[in-house]
């Protein structure tokens, strides 16, 4: 079975402070996703990332960063929090065994950020 | 360009009956259009999926119907069940090489009993 952890289910930070959110997928896959999910928004892609160290934009990076040092472990760095910065953010991976793009991506549970 | 945009945002359908949940986009580059499921608590995960080569894909009760002239692709749950009771998004993605999917707003599914 696939599995993508995510270190926390709940987190609650305040304004301004620098909030680390850690992913870890166990299936060796290539690609990692960062997305937030806000109602009525649908899934928004925050950043990307293809290989180790490396990393694309996705649709609203802005206040965002990621990093991945590690081909398992994807991390999303909010630099400085914001309230607009609320939301459930979502981690996701998928991997292309035969070399013809799969696309499927899996997700993990999410992790639901309050900013105060 | 980037969009899909989904519709109804919620529905309630009553135990036996068919759920349908429309999609459209714009981009004719769009290659391959999932549904993905989304349990509370859960994240999401992938339902079923279709390619612009075929009209129809049908899984158990699950079907999609794919309309490329009017750029429309539609979810039928068949014979809906309360265990149905979920959020669905539709999505669209290109042969970009990295697998990014550009997801719908999103329909809250209520099965009544």
């Known amino acids: 079975d696939v599995k993508v952890t995510q270190s926390s289910r709940y987190l609650v930070k305040r304004t301004g402070e620098k909030v680390f959110l850690e992913c870890v997928q166990d299936?060796?896959?290539?690609?990692m996703f960062w997305y937030r999910q806000d109602p009525g928004l649908g899934l928004r892609l925050i950043y990307f990332?293809?290989?180790?160290?490396?990393?694309e934009k996705g649709d609203i990076p802005e206040g965002y960063s990621v990093s991945r040092e590690k081909k398992e472990r994807f991390s999303l760095i909010l630099e400085s929090a914001s309230t607009n910065q609320t939301s459930m953010y979502l981690c996701?991976?998928?991997?292309?065994?035969?070399?013809?793009?799969?696309?499927?991506?899996?997700f993990g549970p999410g992790t639901r950020l309050t900013v105060t | 360009q980037q969009q899909v945009k989904q519709s109804p945002q919620s529905l309630i359908v009553q135990k036996g009956g068919i759920s349908i949940i429309n999609c459209a986009y714009e981009?004719?580059?769009?290659?391959?259009f999932p549904w993905y499921q989304q349990f509370p608590g859960k994240g999401p995960a992938l339902l079923i999926a279709?390619?612009?080569?075929?009209s129809e894909k049908k899984e158990g009760r699950f079907t999609i119907s794919f309309n490329k002239s009017a750029k429309q692709f539609s979810l039928h749950i068949m014979d809906s069940q309360p265990g149905d009771s979920a959020t669905y998004f539709c999505?669209?993605?290109?042969?970009?090489?990295?697998?990014?999917?550009?997801f719908g707003t999103g329909t809250r599914l209520l099965v009544s009993p």
């Open positions: 996701a991976s998928s991997f292309d065994p035969t070399g013809k793009l799969s696309y499927e991506q899996y």
């Open positions: 299936m060796d896959h290539e690609n």
């Open positions: 990332s293809y290989d180790v160290k490396m990393k």
């Open positions: 981009n004719t580059a769009f290659d391959y």
């Open positions: 279709i390619r612009p080569d075929v």
């Open positions: 999505a669209a993605s290109m042969d970009t090489g990295f697998q990014k999917l550009v």
